[in-house]
């Protein structure tokens, strides 16, 4: 099994096969017609007016938004930017 990434044992993202494994073991106990009721339920709990409910229906069929990132400078603009190249290392 490849190694992955972070400090905890299993941190990291799964491989392609243990996701798709996974969506194998989730078809086998949750049916066709349980996961339209599912989304039934979310869609009718979002027209409802609850909020985490339109949020994940909507996240789930436009796309999560992307953060946007609205930066502040209050200082000289003219500072001296200074970028430091190292020597990879290589295996001999």
Do not use: C
Request: glycine share 8%; proline share 3%.
């Amino acid at each position: 099994m490849a190694k992955h990434g972070g400090k905890r044992k299993g941190a990291g993202r799964k491989s392609k096969a243990e996701e798709a494994g996974l969506r194998q073991e989730i078809d086998e106990v949750v049916s066709v017609e349980d996961r339209q009721a599912i989304w039934k339920k979310l869609a009718s709990n979002a027209k409802e007016g609850d909020k985490p409910s339109t949020e994940l229906l909507f996240a789930y069929y436009y796309g999560k938004p992307t953060d946007k990132v609205q930066m502040e400078h209050s200082g000289n603009v003219d500072s001296e930017v200074q970028i430091v190249f190292k020597p990879l290392k290589r295996d001999s």
